[in-house]
């Protein structure tokens, strides 16, 4: 099995804060936002919410399970089964679910790229 990992921005100083919002906006896909500002309580939609209910409806050409882990940081491992039988898993740490989450939904989209672009999986 093949195993990547990889680092969410950061968001510990306003100027991190400010770059982890703009990028977390070009991964979503929206304008702003604004477009997700939801509480905790459900109220409204959260970012999570948002990317959760993303990968649920978009179509994927591998399977996949997820884990979630926290101590100091938070981690998020996505576990993928291609077609093929070969498997692989995405290691990626982060200051917050949110952001975590977010950059295993962008490496997520490269996985399927490469398989839709023709580029062969590796595997072991």
């Keep these: 099995m093949v195993s990547e990992m990889e680092w969410a921005p950061c968001a510990h100083t306003e100027e991190e804060k400010e770059i982890a919002r703009k990028w977390l906006i070009e991964v979503l896909e929206l304008d702003s936002l ?9 109220n409204d939609y959260s970012s ?14 591998f399977s996949m399970t997820f884990s979630f882990m926290s101590d100091q ?3 998020v491992l996505a576990r993928i089964k291609f077609e093929d039988g070969t498997e692989k898993e995405l290691w990626t740490e982060g200051d917050n ?7 295993t939904f962008e490496r997520l989209r490269k996985e ?4 839709t672009s023709g580029q062969k999986q590796s595997s072991s």
């Design 48 to 61: 999570l919410e948002h990317i959760l209910f993303t990968i649920g409806l978009e179509n994927w050409p």
């Design 34 to 42: 604004d477009e997700v500002a939801g509480d905790a309580l459900g």
């Design 97 to 103: 679910f949110t952001l975590a989450m977010a950059k």
């Design 112 to 115: 399927r790229s490469k398989i």
């Design 73 to 75: 940081w938070v981690a």
